[in-house]
Structures are given as structure tokens and as C-alpha cells.
């Protein structure tokens, strides 16, 4: 089971996106951007369970809350970025 | 103590406000700088304050910006959109934290509206200056001297019309009259949180229909390896550590405010005010400065008696007010009182008829 993380450009930017992910009612957990993900320093992320993605996916579409990226860690502890 | 020195800053505030204050202090850390759990307690204490305002201002919650007063908002704005030699739009009604920094620029200040109490006369003023398309626009909702309560809306369609940025002084109406980010189609609304939305000191918001240049520059917890401040908000303008403590506390405030309505606050600081006028009616010595447009602030001249007297006698029965130019020399020039100044009576949601009518017996005792 993957977990995958959404990475954002800032700490408000993630909590925008966890609300809407609370509305949507799926569960996120915020965290600091694992540092093979971070782009410009500093972040925050949200982690996501793999059978949460694509709801996860559609409700910030919905909410038009944007992210940077998104990622996925392998079983050999690597990091994908994963491509919609 | 009776306090009707509002429009400086509002002394009482509902308990929650600094319940909200000290349990902040107890639990959150700092926002954007780590990942434990009190950083995280202060990241979200900070995002409720930015979600309560959006819904109170009609803003998305990046757009609202921290600042530490109005003046830090206004100086931001101002230091924004305009640069020197640029021609500006002003009321006759500014406050200093508008004219200070506009002279400070070395700006064009073209002065629209001097008539006191007069919105048809401020209207028409602004229609002709905005026709000559100038830089910006900016205006006070609602002077602080008396109360004025300009057609901002008005102006505001007037700005939009003509492609006309505009930075509003949202000081005196936050908390009692409609003040939208998104109806006005301001560029900028600077507004303090210690006023009418009942805040700790410390504390004021800018809403950005803008991303803005930075005044201050520093660390942001984010796009930390760039060495230009971030180009997204809030973090473009908010350098530094916050008020986090402050903003439990604004949030607090917000939800007071929301909770009375904005207009029941509003209608109630305008009876106090009727009440005022009419206990003190029959004082001749007293001269109102009062019309239609009126928010819940009262400038007066007491005849033959010095205004920072007047206030000096009342403080000393337990009353406080404000005297002299209120830091808006340009308010008293246009309405006729820089020689003299004016002694200041305004209110808040706490202040009650019993304190209105001991106002006025006093008054009539002091200043016969």
C-alpha cells in the first residue's frame, strides 16, 4: 500500500487543501515536505492513503485548490512522481 | 471607567477574546516553521483567522493578509500601487496614515470632497478626479474625526468604471458596515483588528485584490531556498513570525461581531449617539459636528473651553474620550476646526444608555 503525498507551496496552501479534503470527507494528514520533495526549501505536504487518491484527486479539482505535485513511495523507499 | 474612546481602539472586548489569547500562548508554536504538533496548533489557529475573514469580507482566505495595525495595511497598499511623481485621489477626510505615507512617496495628491457630511458633494468631487484617470485611488470608508460615512460604494463603481485602483480605509467600518473585497473590486482594503472587530492590539488585515510588494522581507517558511520574497499571498506580505496569539484573539473578535450582525452594532452605537445629541440639546455651548451619514462616532467643539481641557475634566470623573486633531489633520481643515481640534465621543457594542446619559449630566455640570 502506497501512501501518497500532495506537495504545496505553503503551509496555507495545505491547510486550504485539507479543508477541502475535510469537506469532500476524505482524511489527510499534514506533514513537512519529506526533503527528496521539496523544490525550494521549506513545504508542507498532505499524505493520503492509496485507496483515497482519486477521491482525494476530484475534491480538490472540485474545490479548485491547487498543488504542486504529486508523489508516491516506492517499496524500495524511492519516490514517483505520479502523473495524472 | 466609562470608555468612549472606540475609534482610538476598543478597551472592552468580549471574554473569549482573551481566553483566546492565553490559550494560544499555552498551545501554539509558530506557523510555517515546523512540523510538531504546537507549529501545527498555531498553522491552524492562524488559517480559522484567515477563514473567518474571508466569510466576514468577501475574500478567499490567501487573499487576506496579517498585518500589525491599518497603518502597516495602508503603507503596504500605498507603497504598492504607487510610485513617486504618481497622481493620487484622496478624501478630504484621511487620516495620517494615508497622507504620511503618500508624502513620504513624494506622490500628486489631488483632495476630493471637503464637505462635511456631504456624500452628493463627495460623490460629484470624485467623479470629476477619477474622469483625469489618475494613478490610484484612496479613500476612508468613515472618518474618524465625525464620523463621516462616505459613498464609498459608490466611489468604489466610479474606480471600476475607469480602471482606477483603489485602496480603501476600512478603520472605522469594519465590524459595522458592509466592507466587500469582492463588491467593491478594491484593490486593497486596510482595516485594523483592535476597533470594530474587537481584536487584541497588534493585529489589522489587508485584503489583496493584489499580490503587492513586500514592505518588509524575511523568512516565510516557504520557497525558503529563493531569495525574493515568495509571488504568492498571504506569504508575499507576511515576512516574520506572527501574532499568532493576536490572531486567536482577532478570530474571536470576528465571531462576536458576526454573531450581534454588523448592522445591530452599527444601529446600536447610532441610538447612543441620537441619545447624546438629544440630552444635550438644550446645551448651547456644545457644538455638534453631526448629519445623515453618520457612523457611531461624535466629534463636538465645547465653546470658550479648550477640547484637550474638556477631556482632561472628564477624565478625571472617570470618562474617557479623545481630543485634538485625532491624527487627521486634513479632517479638520476641511470641516473648518484645525485651529481648535474637536473632542471625540465614540462607541462600541459595549456602551450602554446609563453611560450616555452620565455623559451628558456631567456636561451640563462641567461646561454650563
Keep these: 500500500m502506497y501512501d501518497y503525498y500532495f506537495t504545496f507551496r505553503s503551509v496555507t496552501a495545505a491547510l486550504s487543501a485539507q479543508r477541502a479534503l475535510e469537506r469532500a470527507g476524505v482524511s489527510s494528514l499534514t506533514v513537512r515536505t519529506p526533503r527528496e520533495l521539496r523544490q525550494k526549501g521549506c513545504g508542507y505536504s498532505l499524505r493520503i492513503r492509496e485507496e483515497l487518491l482519486a477521491d482525494a484527486r476530484r475534491a480538490l479539482q472540485a474545490a479548485s485548490v491547487p498543488y504542486q505535485k504529486v508523489y508516491r513511495k516506492t517499496d524500495r523507499g524511492s519516490w514517483q512522481e505520479v502523473v495524472t | 471607567m466609562i470608555y468612549f474612546d472606540s475609534a482610538a481602539t476598543t478597551f472592552q472586548k468580549p471574554a473569549s477574546v482573551p481566553n483566546a489569547v492565553l ?86 495628491v489631488r483632495v476630493a470632497g471637503e464637505k462635511l457630511f456631504d456624500r452628493e458633494d463627495t460623490l460629484r468631487a470624485f467623479e470629476r478626479e477619477i474622469a483625469k484617470k489618475p494613478d490610484a485611488v484612496v479613500c476612508t470608508h468613515v472618518s474618524n474625526v465625525f464620523g463621516y460615512v462616505l459613498p464609498i460604494e459608490e466611489i468604489a463603481a466610479l474606480c471600476k468604471a475607469e480602471n482606477v485602483p483603489l485602496i480603501i480605509d476600512a478603520s472605522q467600518s469594519a465590524g459595522t458596515l458592509p466592507v466587500s473585497l469582492r463588491q467593491t473590486g478594491a484593490r486593497y482594503i486596510a482595516m485594523p483588528g483592535h476597533k470594530g472587530l474587537y481584536g487584541p492590539q497588534g493585529t489589522g488585515i489587508l485584503l489583496c485584490g493584489d499580490g503587492g510588494k513586500p514592505l518588509l522581507f524575511g523568512g516565510t517558511g516557504s520557497n525558503s531556498m529563493e531569495q525574493d520574497m515568495p509571488e504568492f499571498l498571504p506569504d508575499r506580505l507576511e515576512a516574520g513570525t506572527h501574532n499568532v496569539c493576536g490572531l486567536a484573539g482577532l478570530t474571536e473578535g470576528m465571531r462576536f461581531v458576526r454573531k450581534q450582525s454588523p448592522k445591530a452594532i452599527l444601529r446600536h452605537e447610532q441610538s447612543l449617539l441620537a441619545q447624546m445629541q438629544q440630552e444635550l440639546r438644550g446645551q448651547e455651548c456644545v457644538r455638534f459636528f453631526t448629519g445623515e451619514a453618520q457612523a457611531g462616532v461624535q466629534s463636538v467643539c465645547i465653546e470658550n473651553v479648550d477640547c484637550e481641557e474638556a477631556a482632561q475634566a472628564l477624565a478625571q470623573e472617570g470618562i474617557a474620550v479623545r481630543a485634538g486633531l485625532h491624527c487627521a489633520p486634513l479632517a479638520h481643515c476641511s470641516a473648518g476646526t484645525i485651529g481648535t481640534g474637536t473632542l471625540r465621543v465614540s462607541f462600541s457594542a459595549f456602551n450602554t444608555p446609563q453611560e450616555v446619559h452620565r455623559f451628558a449630566m456631567l456636561c451640563k455640570k462641567l461646561f454650563p
Design chain 2, 23 to 108: 490559550r494560544a500562548m499555552q498551545t501554539c508554536a509558530s506557523v510555517g516553521r515546523g512540523g510538531h504538533a504546537a507549529a501545527m496548533e498555531a498553522a491552524e489557529t492562524v488559517y480559522n483567522c484567515r477563514v473567518m475573514a474571508s466569510a466576514l469580507f468577501d475574500a478567499e482566505p490567501e487573499q487576506v493578509v496579517f498585518t500589525m495595525n491599518a497603518t502597516h495595511g495602508l503603507n503596504t497598499a500605498i507603497f504598492s500601487l504607487l510610485s513617486p511623481g504618481a497622481s493620487v485621489v484622496i478624501s478630504g477626510f484621511e487620516h495620517n496614515a494615508v497622507t504620511r505615507p503618500l508624502h513620504a512617496l513624494g506622490v500628486d
